[in-house]
């Protein structure tokens, strides 16, 4: 069997981090078997298709290095979808219905049943015309059930008593979603069903028109675990970043990114959770899918960035990252520090550059009291700051010559140099490789800001 997976997001303005990686999943299963992946916009909804939002789909898609082997909209094929629509009402297995939603709550209401319940089939053994605000329903079977059995989550069925006769076309006269899902599946030959599970109550009504349709046999479905936050819920854009643009803004990289969403509800048999893309494409199998919640970890994926990051060829980091330089470093400075600055990124952003470098070309910044204590209120550090500000008056001005005195001092003191020198000159614990961007100071300044902290710490 050839293997047709398709990927079908809607237009909503962005790709969102779970549509990714469904998205990524099928392609991955196209990749691992030779099948063919196919990105079929699902705009059916014609009020809200706008091309812009379609873009958005796919520059998210692009930047994650998806390729795609076959694309359509599903707009171009709703004159299909409405014909199909429109067989199943001459054959009786549709109806048209007038009701309105204030009829169906008060017949709800007089029934006694719960606010909200489903449809209740009232149009079902009426005439209906034509006309505004009329839809079209799908008759349901009254008995018997509707299933399949999911690769990830088992056994699903459900009785068709409870299964409401939902809309298949809207009273505007286009088709709804699961209309065109169901023909194009079966008329592109669909072999295989991955997203999320959060679409599980919609797979009934698809595999019910498809055997209407005259294709009794499912694809393999496959319906992927929700994504969740820290307080494991459901991510959502109200209180999560959860638009893949928003993470190609905020300096992830692609590859970083697409590693990490790999992970998330799936992992490699070797255990090698970072490697390349060909290594996961040879393992993947659907069977291995977790189905249990996948936590959207930002710290993890900050470490996967990071290491991509460092992987980076120099050349393309300092491309990416010298117009994120603080105001005041030139470009030559940067590019010299540049394998340092690489080194200690989560992120490219200027945030993170900044506390890295602008103690090169302005004042150090005053360090936490906190930190100051922990580092500079031991025993014995006035006088490694003294001896280094006295030596450093006179050494050679290398990075090698300031290691070689700062740690000379600190094994005849046999006390910790590098440390307290740090934060004196840098005003922070942490940073990039001291001596070298030391090196890259005026020689007054750094003894100016040795004996400021001297005076700090006699007050």
């Known amino acids: 069997m050839t293997v047709r997976v398709r990927f079908s997001p809607a237009p909503t303005g962005y790709l969102h981090v779970g549509g990714a990686r469904a998205a990524l999943f099928n392609w991955l299963y196209a990749r691992h078997t030779g099948g063919t992946f196919i990105l079929r916009i699902e705009d059916t909804d014609t009020d809200r298709s706008a091309d ?61 049943d719960a606010p909200g319940s489903g449809y209740d ?16 329903r799908f008759r349901t079977p009254d008995d018997g059930v509707t299933g399949w059995d999911d690769v990830i989550r088992g ?91 928003d ?16 992970t998330l509800g799936w992992g490699p048999r070797d255990g090698e959770e970072i490697a390349p893309i060909e290594r996961f494409i040879e393992q993947f199998e659907l069977s291995d899918i977790n189905n249990s919640p996948a936590f959207f970890d930002v710290k993890k994926l900050q470490h996967f960035n990071a290491e991509y990051i460092r992987a980076l060829p120099i050349e393309e980091f300092v491309e990416l990252t010298v117009d994120l330089r603080p105001e005041g470093v030139s470009k030559e400075l940067y590019e010299r520090m540049a394998p340092f600055v690489q080194q200690r990124l989560r ?8 506390p890295l470098m602008e103690w090169m070309v302005g004042p150090a910044p005053e ?44 094994e005849e003191l046999n006390a910790k140099t590098q440390l307290p020198v740090r934060m004196a000159v840098t005003g922070s614990r942490t940073g990039m490789p001291l001596f070298e961007p030391m090196a890259e100071l005026d020689r007054d300044e750094v003894v100016a800001r040795l004996r400021a902290a001297i005076e700090k710490l006699g007050e």
């Open 347 to 354: 992120v490219l952003s200027a945030a993170e550059i900044a």
């Open 121 to 136: 089939g009232f149009c079902r053994d009426r005439t209906v015309p034509p006309g505004d605000g009329v839809v079209v």
């Open 52 to 112: 812009h939002l379609v873009d958005a789909i796919y520059d998210s898609m692009r930047w994650l290095g998806l390729d795609w082997d076959e694309e359509y909209r599903q707009s171009d094929r709703a004159d299909q979808h409405l014909a199909f629509a429109n067989r199943l009402l001459d054959e009786g297995q549709a109806y048209r219905c007038d009701c309105t939603r204030d009829a169906l709550d008060a017949r709800i209401a007089e029934r006694g």
């Open 367 to 410: 360090p936490p009291a906190r930190d100051w204590k922990k580092v500079m209120g031991k025993d014995g550090v006035s006088e490694v700051l003294r001896l280094v500000s006295d030596r450093l008056a006179s050494v050679d001005w290398t990075p090698e010559k300031l290691e070689q005195t700062v740690f000379g001092v600190g």
């Open 155 to 245: 056994r699903v069925d459900f009785d068709n008593a409870v299964l409401e006769d939902f809309i298949i076309v809207r009273s505007n006269g286009t088709p709804m979603f699961h209309v065109a899902n169901a023909y194009d599946d079966a008329d592109m030959g669909i072999t295989h069903v991955v997203r999320g599970e959060d679409l599980v109550n919609t797979t009934p009504r698809v595999l019910l028109l498809r055997e209407a349709m005259g294709y009794p046999e499912p694809p393999v479905y496959a319906h992927l675990p929700l994504i969740v936050n820290e307080q494991r819920k459901k991510l959502s854009k109200r209180r999560d970043d959860v638009a893949v643009g």
């Open 247 to 262: 993470y190609r803004a905020n300096g992830y990289l692609p590859d970083a990114m697409r590693n990490y969403l790999i």
